[in-house]
């Protein structure tokens, strides 16, 4: 999804977040999220959050 997600903003101007480690750290604690970042649901989540971000 990293790859992705940098390629899609870098290459095609495509508005989309790029979460690595870094961004899931601050997100979860700015917005007190307790999900896991390496579920499903987590990626799917802090995905969601990053490009609503930006």
Do not use: H, W
Request: with cysteine.
């Amino acid at each position: 999804p990293y790859t992705a997600a940098a390629i899609a903003s870098i290459c095609f101007n495509e508005v989309i977040g790029v979460v690595d480690g870094n961004v899931y750290r601050v997100l979860s604690r700015y917005f007190g999220i307790d999900t896991p970042t390496n579920s499903s649901k987590g990626i799917k989540l802090f995905q969601e959050m990053a490009n609503e971000c930006i």
